[in-house]
């Protein structure tokens, strides 16, 4: 219990010699300076508040307005309106002071009239999206609306620096799409994968459902839509993430590897440093908005929520539901190692150097002491069943030493865990990436803190990864933060024996033991899930393939966005592992409305099935082919287009089928809908969402990307990544219970698709003499 000693900071007592006061200087000393700490937050929260709630305004416009008014009215003018004389006449006084006052809040009134006119005409101007829909690249001209546009966004969008939540007032809702046209879309979806016979009974479905019970359901989400900032988020939310009951780990948490090209250091302690760095530079940007928006082709904003929720925070289990748990602040992170917890102190004073964090790192892992009884496994908690973690979370873990530790944990910044096994890439042993990728999604199943909203890990070679928690935010949250952190490493960080570089200023706080009392029922409790925990392991088969034949280079050149291209070999090697079309899904976001995340795209179309079975037809020719697989690829760029600007199918079913549970009453068209498997789950990672990703300085900064589990038993998760010019990842899981899917065998389909869509283009282009 020495951490609980050097907690107490003052002592009072009496004795028969009179009273007895003993107080910690240096204790004392760090209150008053985390006191200190607090109230700075506080300040630049409001004055980030100030900044966000005026912009694309500022505040210096007010005291300008002020001076021209209070100018124009003592020169005897009158100022617009009259303003300023009919304030002085209802206070019904004439002196100067309150003819002062009177001109302060007739500047008030035109400033804060410009501010709203400034935001709700920028709100305006963001809703127009016909920009999205228009060709790019060369040869292709950009029409007078969207020019016009584009001249007015840039006039309103203010001139001063936005911060990171500036533009969060200014985005419009989510627009919430007309019945009939989700009805039309769903049915065009569905059509490649049914036959005759069972698509006029979905279409009798449809029907039954738009001219019956959908139109209430329509209504009450119209409502909704209208009340809330965004009728999807909160619903998405509790219902897909906190109200799911079925183990994190695979089903849900997914993972991120480093820049596989890159090894700036093989010291375990001062990698962590370095990531530990960053992240909390990172941390500090987002408390103080200075983080930039991410701004698409400079332009158009989108929504920076989710980013609020990077650091302190972590997910709660409840016996039905759990919930996010978020806090302003931090000043400990905590790191595992071999079995053990530790708390470590980052700020002292100010946030501690990558070489001040070195020495507790190396002090963690030169500790050679035992894990405590239960303590070794404890995560596997967080991984397993989410009843049974709440109802073990509520016995054993409610107070003493067990809640002490556990809020701990739950109340870091984030969660470092030093494995004992290095993450190995050896472009000669693919079986290696397959490891590290499997060592990222689950590790042991009892070596990550599932709960918490990202864990970072170090491998012993100085290899770096991630697994994040999916409830609080997307994928593009979390690889902008693992982009910013990878870049960092293009500093020099470590000297030639590759320690962090430089000299610790002040002693760092030593590491704390967390102390556990884990009884007999509480071991059993944690053995119950490791079963489970151990048992998702076992099924789970990770396949990580590197393409480097071509890229997204060549794919231009063809003139057919590389998206679209490479969902359609994905179709085209599902096609020929399964012998049919699935339903597939390709997530795509909503960030351009506020608090936006997701929308469902559906690749496989009409358009891309002709294409699909045109490639193995010997009859077809070239020509013939090429020209399908353009009108897929234009289908496909559509339909994600129109999943951006709020058109999308399934959030808007989503959204109609909780307000039926809410109402109770039963659609048989929603119920078949919704439980529809998607055995082909797809997403794309984002690769250089900011400016400081260039490719052409530093070629080696390329992330592998991340993956997650499948969603279907029986189904892909194949998550990929652009990655440069003349590559892309591909992450494919699948399940080894499921005897139709194989990841490794699927992975040599994309591999084959990729290869004879390439040789079709290049027969092509030597038919009719294009380069």
Not at 265 to 288: F, G, P, Y
Not at 588 to 601: A, H, I
Not at 612 to 617: A, F, I, L
Request: glycine fraction near 6%; proline fraction near 4%.
């Amino acid at each position: 219990m020495a951490e609980a000693h050097s907690a107490v900071a003052f002592s009072f007592s009496i004795t028969h010699e009179g009273w007895d006061v003993n107080f910690d200087r240096e204790v004392l000393h760090l209150v008053w300076q985390s006191g200190i700490r607090s109230w700075k937050k506080r300040l630049a929260r409001f004055q980030n508040s100030v900044h966000n709630g005026v912009y694309p305004g500022h505040l210096w416009s007010l005291w300008l307005i002020f001076s021209i008014v209070t100018a124009v009215h003592f020169l005897g003018n009158a100022v617009p309106f009259d303003l300023a004389a009919k304030i002085t006449y209802l206070l019904n006084e004439t002196s100067v002071r309150w003819q002062f006052t009177a001109c302060f809040l007739t500047a008030l009134i035109y400033w804060l009239t410009i501010i709203f006119t400034l935001r709700y005409t920028l709100k305006f101007l963001l809703m127009y999206k016909g920009w999205m829909y228009e060709k790019r690249g060369k040869g292709s001209k950009t029409s007078l609306p969207t020019k016009m546009w584009l001249i007015c966004v840039r006039i309103f969008s203010g001139w001063n620096r936005p911060k990171l939540y500036s533009f969060q007032g200014s985005l419009p809702r989510l627009p919430l799409p007309s019945l009939h046209d989700t009805m039309s879309r769903y049915l065009e979806s569905v059509r490649p994968l049914l036959d005759d016979q069972n698509y006029e009974r979905m279409q009798r479905l449809a029907s039954e459902f738009e001219n019956g019970i959908g139109r209430k359901l329509q209504r009450y989400l119209w409502l909704k839509s209208w009340w809330s900032s965004n009728y999807v988020s909160d619903w998405w939310e509790e219902y897909v993430y906190l109200r799911g009951r079925s183990p994190l780990m695979i089903n849900s948490n997914f993972y991120g590897i480093d820049a596989i090209f890159m090894k700036p250091t093989t010291n375990q302690a001062a990698r962590a440093a370095s990531a530990i760095s960053s992240c909390l530079i990172l941390r500090r940007l987002v408390e103080r908005q200075e983080l930039e928006p991410i701004m698409i082709q400079g332009l158009v904003p989108l929504c920076s929520w989710q980013y609020e929720r990077i650091f302190n925070t972590t997910r709660i289990p409840g016996l039905e539901t759990d919930k996010i748990q978020h806090l302003h602040d931090s000043n400990h992170i905590v790191v595992y190692h071999k079995g053990r917890y530790f708390k470590v102190v980052i700020y002292k004073g100010r946030i501690l150097k990558p070489c001040e964090i070195q020495v507790q790192i190396q002090q963690i892992l030169d500790d050679k002491s035992e894990p405590l009884p239960g303590e070794e496994k404890l995560a596997a908690l967080t991984a397993g069943e989410r009843t049974h973690w709440a109802n073990v979370r509520r016995m054993f873990f409610g107070k003493g030493v067990n809640k002490s530790s556990l809020d701990t944990i739950e109340k870091a910044a984030f969660l470092v865990t030093l494995d004992d096994l290095p993450y190995d890439y050896d472009a000669a042993d693919p079986d290696k990436l397959d490891n590290y990728g499997k060592i990222l999604l689950h590790g042991k199943g009892y070596d990550r803190w599932f709960d918490k909203s990202f864990t970072l890990c170090i491998g012993n070679n100085g290899r770096i990864g991630f697994n994040a928690e999916h409830s609080w935010a997307d994928a593009a949250v979390v690889v902008h933060l693992w982009e910013y952190l990878i870049l960092d490493e293009l500093n020099k960080r470590y000297d030639e024996n590759g320690n962090a570089i430089g000299t610790p200023e002040i002693t760092p706080p030593t590491p704390i033991r967390l102390n556990w009392e884990i009884k007999h029922e509480c071991q059993g409790a944690i053995d119950k899930s490791m079963k489970v925990v151990a048992s998702l392991i076992q099924d789970i088969d990770l396949r990580i393939y590197v393409h480097n034949n071509y890229g997204k280079g060549f794919i231009k050149r063809c003139r057919l966005s590389p998206d679209a291209y490479l969902q359609m070999a994905l179709q085209l090697a599902y096609y020929r592992d399964a012998g049919k079309f699935d339903l597939t899904y390709e997530a795509s976001m909503t960030r351009l409305y506020r608090e936006g995340r997701t929308e469902t795209v559906r690749p496989c179309t009409v358009q891309s099935s002709k294409w699909v079975k045109s490639m193995e037809d010997p009859n077809c020719s070239t020509e013939q082919r090429v020209q399908l697989l353009i009108e897929a690829c234009e289908k496909h760029q559509t339909a994600y287009q129109d999943a951006m600007c709020g058109k999308g199918i399934d959030r808007h079913l989503f959204c109609l089928y909780v307000v039926s549970k809410y109402l109770e009453v039963e659609s048989p068209f929603l119920q078949k809908v919704l439980s529809e498997p998607w055995r082909l789950s797809t997403s794309q990672t984002p690769h250089g969402q900011t400016g400081r990703m260039d490719l052409n300085k530093h070629p080696n900064c390329i992330s592998a990307g991340g993956g997650f589990g499948p969603v279907a038993d029986d189904g892909y998760g194949v998550s990929y990544i652009i990655a440069g010019e003349d590559m892309f990842f591909f992450h494919i899981s699948n399940k080894r219970s499921s005897t139709k899917t194989d990841c490794h065998r699927f992975a040599k389909r994309i591999e084959k698709a990729l290869s004879d869509m390439k040789a079709l283009y290049v027969d092509y282009q030597s038919h009719n003499g294009k380069n």
